[in-house]
């Protein structure tokens, strides 16, 4: 006996709102051509709404489909649910009917024998399975049962039970006993399973026909506590590859996933993550006080460097003019100095003093009169 897997389907029903829009279309006559001339007018739409989306003249937005969201509908849902919470599974086994004997009818599935073999056949089978769990029917392929499962995230485990179970299930027909006359009866080899419970379930497979077909690369398939198939993408939360926006919000562009930082009108994010950001306000107040402070250090500057060359220039003053100090200097109390080699030949008069030291001697010893103190007559 082998089973066979039915395939499960999902429908879901999605409304849409077509925008308004009015054309019309008037014929005028002119007075001059007897030639109607059309003149046509169309209502566009304010927004051009995406992803299938309507624009709505009463309420002044973008009505989307229950895929996306946005101003635009320029984003897909992070999240879409399946419903999808069972799968069909298949158990290959035999059995041997040991009180009909097979009949070329039997190979036509139209016949009345065949149709009258298969019902008893199920009903039969409906009893021996009933205490395995998901137990859906019996399919005859070769003289033949489908299994539903739960969907978890333990699945080879939840299959391996389901083959156990129809192990023992069979191992029971062995040991019935019964009358035979008005019912089958039939028997299990000793090794009556070929192989585990198997399933052509695939959740990624699913998942690409559940999403929106530009986005599906972006959706990978997420099986929650409660059993059910989820799609989700990078923004989604609490999964171990989100990704997380700090001080925005994860949207999924046609592009991908992206971080939609919050507050741009008064924020700057150097980063593609949202996790730094700068006031706008502070750098439009800071940026004045920085050039101040720069303009302060340049004029401080170029304060020293003036004060430096005043400083220098008034010491060339003075030594060029140190031969112009007076002879003769008076002190408070009466006292005069008197420097009489102030004169310049004994003339007295003033000029310029400029020594050359090639026309000095060393060998000549040189005297420097003392000043002398006169009293004052």
Not at 161 to 166: E, G, N, Y
Not at 195 to 202: C, D, H, I, M, R
Not at 234 to 249: I, K
Not at 330 to 337: D, E, L, N, P, T
Request: hydrophobic share 30%.
């Amino acid at each position: 006996m082998s089973t066979s897997s039915a395939a499960t389907t999902m429908t879901s029903d999605t409304t849409t709102t077509t925008a308004p829009g009015t054309t019309s279309t008037s014929p005028t006559t002119s007075t001059q051509s007897s030639t109607p001339t059309p003149s046509i007018s169309s209502a566009v739409p304010a927004v051009d709404c995406q992803n299938g989306g309507t624009y709505d003249e009463t309420y002044k937005k973008c009505l989307c489909k229950s895929e996306f969201n946005g101003p635009l509908c320029q984003f897909a849902n992070e999240v879409i649910a399946t419903n999808v919470s069972t799968i069909k599974a298949e158990v290959d086994v035999q059995v041997k009917v040991t009180n009909q004997n097979f009949t070329e009818e039997l190979n036509n599935k139209s016949s009345a024998v065949y149709i009258t073999f298969e019902n008893n056949f199920k009903e039969q089978m409906k009893m021996v399975y009933k205490g395995v769990t998901g137990y859906q029917g019996v399919v005859i392929l070769n003289l033949s049962v489908t299994i539903e499962v739960p969907l978890s995230n333990k699945l080879d485990a939840t299959l391996e039970s389901v083959t156990s179970q129809v192990v023992k299930q069979l191992e029971v027909i062995n040991t019935t006993t019964g009358n035979c006359a008005d019912k089958l009866c039939f028997t299990a080899p000793p090794n009556p399973v070929l192989k585990n419970a198997t399933t052509s379930f695939s959740a990624a497979d699913t998942c690409r026909q559940s999403v929106p077909q530009d986005f599906a690369q972006y959706y990978f398939p997420n099986i929650t506590e409660k059993g059910t198939l989820n799609c989700v993408t990078r923004c989604s939360q609490d999964l171990p590859n989100s990704l997380h926006c700090n001080y925005g919000q994860c949207q999924l562009r046609s592009s991908g996933p992206q971080c939609i930082c919050a507050n741009t009108d008064v924020f700057w994010y150097p980063g593609d993550r949202c996790q730094t950001r700068v006031s706008k306000v502070g750098v439009g107040m800071a940026v004045p006080l920085v050039v101040l402070f720069i303009a302060g250090i340049v004029l401080a500057a170029f304060l020293v460097k003036a004060r430096r060359r005043g400083s220098k220039a008034s010491l060339n003053s003075s030594v060029e003019h140190l031969e112009d100090y007076e002879e003769e200097m008076s002190i408070s109390g009466g006292v005069i100095i008197k420097n009489e080699g102030a004169s310049y030949n004994g003339s007295g008069s003033r000029g310029t003093f400029s020594p050359h030291l090639s026309a000095v001697d060393p060998a000549i010893p040189m005297h420097i009169r003392r000043p002398k103190l006169v009293s004052s007559p």
